[in-house]
Structures are given as C-alpha cells and as structure tokens.
C-alpha cells in the first residue's frame, strides 16, 4: 500500500514522535524554544521555491501530492502538571528540499504551563527533526519560515493571484487528526488592524 493509503493511526503516530523526540534530547540535539526566541531572523532570507505543476488533477492525486510536502510541526515539552513529555504538532509545509518549512508563528509562543520546549518537525512515518532556526516571521500576520535539520524534503508549490470564490483544498494536522483532507472556497479578502491602543495602528493584510 502507497502511504495514502494507509489508515492514520494518530495515536502510534505521536507516541513514535515523543519516543525519537526523548531520544533527539537526551543527546542534545534539539534546539529550545527559548532559544529559538533570542536569535532574531536573519535580515533577508532567500529560498529557491518549487515551479507550479499543470495540468488538471483528481482530489486523489492533490491529495498524495499534498501529503508528500505536509509536515508536523511541534513542540516537544515537559508538562507543568504531571511531569511528562509530550509532543503538540500543528501543521508545515516544505519550502525547499533543505529543510525549509513555513508554519504559524503562533506554533511557537511561550506557554507558562510548559516547562522545558523544544521545537521539532516530523513527517507521517514519525521520523523527527530539530528545528534550528526561524528564517522569517510575522506575528501580525501569524506567518514564519523555519530552517530544519531534514533533508530530501518535497517541496509544495506556491502561487499568487487566488480569488475570492476559488475552490481550495487543505491537508493539515487539527487537533491532532493527522492528514486530515477538507475543501472549501476562498471566502473572502480583508483588512486585519490591530487592537486599539496597541503599538502600531498599520493595518495588516
């Protein structure tokens, strides 16, 4: 069987995960969160991105596609009420094949009820990652690019110019529901501002 399609077993996945996460910490190999937090990005950041590929395709098909660029990205910490180690994965995707990744910046905020973190990727067989550095970010607009320790990833194409009505479709990790497909429409463009009496009043798009 091709790996779409075999059935998720979400809870081995992340039981694999925190097993080669615990194994990454006890030789030192990951990079913490804190860590992450006190080497600003760099000040440019250049990535030779993957080209379009034409041609119609069946959901099917998007959906291999898909998966072979989608990533866990995550958080490996020790938990502030029982002492274990988890692992909290939200959803990448490959920029290039040497190890850039695009997530939510969000993914990474400081949370007071964990204790030491550490920042990993890892792909739907559980092989894992460090990440080593965040290459670009954007809180406002809830965006960043990481630089990992993976190899020979896939690439996911990107493009400009969607509109408002397109059919869309999303291969993402939620609630750690892993691979989960759905589809939907561009609903709309809009302005995000800031909350008042926040330092900036610049509206973000």
Known sequence: QSRDHKPMDDELLVRTIEARCEALR????????????????????????????EGPRDAADLYAMAQASTVLVG???????????????????????????????????????????????????GDVWPIRSVLAANAQT?????????????PMPLRTGARVGEHVWCLSNPDHRFAFFSAGRIARWFVNRPVLGEATDQPTK
């Open 26 to 53: 006890q030789k030192g190999k990951l990079v913490a969160l804190d860590d992450l937090h006190a080497t600003p990005p760099p000040a440019t950041t250049t990535l030779a991105l993957s080209t379009l590929r």
């Open 75 to 125: 958080v490996y910490y020790q938990c502030s009420e029982c002492s274990h180690w988890h692992f909290d994965a939200a959803s990448g995707f490959a920029l290039s094949a040497e190890g850039a990744v695009t997530t939510c910046w969000h993914v990474f905020e400081k949370d007071p009820e964990r204790r030491d973190t550490y920042c990993v990727i890892a792909d739907y067989d």
């Open 142 to 154: 809830d965006v960043c690019i990481v630089g990992t320790d993976a190899r020979g990833l896939s």
